[in-house]
């Protein structure tokens, strides 16, 4: 089983500023990586796929870069609305996993 | 639109059994790949199964494996999910999930006595 870690755990941030989080797998996935959004009491929402495939409705603030084992998530100028848990997940191969997750604050 | 409408969770004692749904609408259900992904209170996400476009190729989890079955109903636009052999573990909202990365609003399952 590929296992992705995420760091940081948590940040809390002014808005504004730049956020980056990360996410490692345990094996190279190429870059069968996707980042998701979710905040409280809602469903996870697509943020980014395939590492860096943007998509469409998401705001050009978040950005994603990386392959093989190392991968970013990046939010230039953070929004309060923001506020949010952020998980990477890999469909490289089964099963499927899903990173711990990134629970994004703002100050 | 893409709209994905769990139902069926609930209330069920350990050992007991539940059949999850989930009616698909506003693209063509029988060209995709779904998931069942789930997600126990307060903590994160766990994938769970896949079925494949037909129905012919399914996937578990292995912690499900044996006691789940993905299935789906090309003709119904329904997507489900049979969970016999409950336990409190399995507690967690149940999403179905779209391979384009659409999810529906998920369904709780609470196993306890």
């Known amino acids: 089983e590929i296992v992705l870690t995420q760091s940081p755990d948590f940040q809390s941030v002014t808005p504004k500023e730049k956020v980056t989080i990360t996410c490692r797998a345990s094996q190279s996935i190429g870059s069968s990586l996707h980042w998701y959004q979710q905040k409280p009491d809602q469903s996870p929402k697509l943020l980014i796929k395939y590492a860096s495939q943007s998509i469409s409705g998401v705001p050009s603030r978040f950005s994603g870069s990386g392959s093989g084992t190392d991968f970013t998530l990046t939010i230039n100028s953070l929004e309060a609305e923001d506020a949010a848990t952020y998980y990477c997940h890999q469909s490289s191969s089964l099963p499927f996993t899903f990173g711990p997750g990134t629970k994004v604050d703002i100050k | 639109e893409v709209q994905l409408v769990e139902s069926g969770g609930g209330l069920v004692q350990p050992g007991g059994s539940l059949r999850l749904s989930c009616a698909a609408s506003g693209f063509t259900f029988s060209s995709y790949w779904m998931h069942w992904v789930r997600q126990a209170p307060g903590k994160g996400l766990v994938w769970v199964s896949r079925i494949n476009s037909d129905g012919s190729s399914t996937s578990y989890a292995d912690s499900v494996k044996g006691r789940f079955t993905i299935s789906r109903d090309n003709a119904k636009n329904t997507l489900y999910l049979q969970m016999n052999s409950l336990r409190a573990e399995d507690t967690a909202v149940y999403y179905c999930?779209?391979?384009?990365?659409?999810w529906g609003q998920g369904t709780l399952v609470t196993v306890s006595s």
């Open positions: 999930v779209l391979a384009t990365g659409n």
